[in-house]
């Protein structure tokens, strides 16, 4: 439900004509979302913003004049805004959509073209909006205080032997790209195996692994399918695959599908949390839930709790998006509410739990 006591003004800034109307045209029919403008590069994009006073936008990164991207770092020092970034299906294009979640973008989505038009992603694209026009902006308190706890990530000086059934389940929406950097760069090198579902279109996938890859201790990989979950390291599902966990008998598999969307979603996470109860993970399993608009992930860990796993949520402070969260604490789905900066801690912790004696 909107809790704006107005529609969402939304202002969308693109150098393609088309693209401008098929977007507007693709929320014409909520009334929840008011397209009260649009642009056509940034110059007219900040005349349009002091204008019109619009609650989101929704920005191409490839403009004439000036790039998205340099647009979004003036307006976010100047004029802090919840922006969604359009971008394309495109390894360049993922890189710069990562650049403007790194910059104080809400959230990112392919550009609509050719045959797959923002008409069919309509829904798609609304439930983003609205999940933008609740975000908490860039540089509030608890970002700032995620930030500061952060746990040191070379706290471990000796590789640790796990049980080879532990394992850590993250799902996370909105927000959840900057919240899972966070998380991961906090943790030491030596982790049980980590399974990550975050929303996010297909393709973009693949940069946010590569990304975290280079900034992490412990190895990040997009998964592929029937790939083995090892020891210190995190895999991320596909945009676009649900992503489930089977147990070999020594050890986890990932597994791909292209099943129906769960929560409007695939991947969603509890595919995941729910094939992790199946395959008798949850006694050995911690599930958390990040940052996110909706309700998934929340049926998810109260499975995982009820079957032994240790629970997390990240608290309303510092998310981005108290959705997901929400609706696991409200379930009973989560032991502990924690902030976000508190998480790499938390997890090591767990890890800790589960090392094997005499190592």
């Known amino acids: 439900m909107n809790e704006s006591i107005h529609p969402i003004r939304l202002l969308i800034v693109d150098d393609s004509a088309l693209v401008r109307r098929a977007v507007a045209d693709s929320l014409a029919g909520d009334p929840e979302i008011e397209v009260v403008g649009t642009a056509c590069d940034p110059y007219e994009?900040?005349?349009?913003i002091l204008q019109?006073?619009?609650?989101?936008?929704?920005?191409?990164?490839?403009?004439?004049?000036m790039d998205g991207l340099t647009f979004l770092g003036l307006l976010m020092k100047s004029r802090p805004t919840r922006v969604l970034v359009m971008s394309s299906l495109t390894a360049a294009g993922s890189e710069k959509a990562l650049q403007a979640l790194q910059l104080g973008a809400v959230d990112v989505l392919d550009k609509p073209s050719g045959s797959r038009s923002a008409h069919t992603e309509g829904r798609m694209l609304a439930d983003k909006i609205k999940a933008a026009a609740r975000a908490r902006l860039r540089g509030q308190p608890a970002d700032a205080t995620a930030q500061a706890s952060r746990a040191p990530a070379a706290s471990i000086r000796a590789a640790r032997r796990f049980n080879p059934r532990s394992v850590i389940l993250i799902g996370a929406s909105t927000g959840g790209t900057e919240a899972l950097r966070?998380?991961?760069t906090g943790l030491p090198f030596d982790m049980p195996g980590i399974a990550i579902v975050q929303h996010i279109p297909a393709k973009f996938s693949l940069a946010l692994a590569n990304r975290l890859n280079s900034e992490c201790a412990i190895k990040v990989r997009e998964a592929r399918h029937g790939e083995l979950l090892e020891p210190g390291m995190a895999l991320l599902a596909p945009g676009g695959q649900h992503m489930v966990l089977r147990w070999?008998?020594?050890q986890y598999i990932a597994q791909l599908n292209e099943g129906p969307l769960v929560h409007h979603q695939r991947p969603a996470v509890d595919v995941l949390f729910d094939s992790a109860v199946k395959c008798g993970a949850a006694p050995h399993a911690m599930g958390m839930v990040?940052?996110?608009?909706?309700?998934d992930g929340a049926d998810g860990?109260?499975?995982l709790r009820k079957a032994g796993a240790v629970t997390v949520a990240q608290n309303e402070e510092t998310c981005v998006v108290f959705g997901m969260p929400?609706?696991?604490?409200?379930?009973?789905?989560?032991?502990?509410?924690?902030?976000?900066?508190?998480?790499?801690?938390?997890?090591?912790?767990?890890a800790s739990h589960t090392v094997l004696n005499g190592t």
């Open 45 to 48: 994009a900040r005349d349009k």
């Open 52 to 65: 019109l006073n619009p609650d989101v936008l929704t920005l191409d990164i490839e403009m004439p004049r």
């Open 182 to 184: 966070t998380v991961l």
């Open 248 to 250: 070999t008998g020594t």
């Open 290 to 295: 990040l940052t996110g608009m909706g309700a």
């Open 301 to 303: 860990l109260v499975a």
């Open 326 to 350: 929400r609706e696991a604490i409200l379930r009973g789905g989560a032991q502990e509410v924690l902030p976000l900066g508190g998480m790499a801690a938390r997890m090591n912790r767990f």
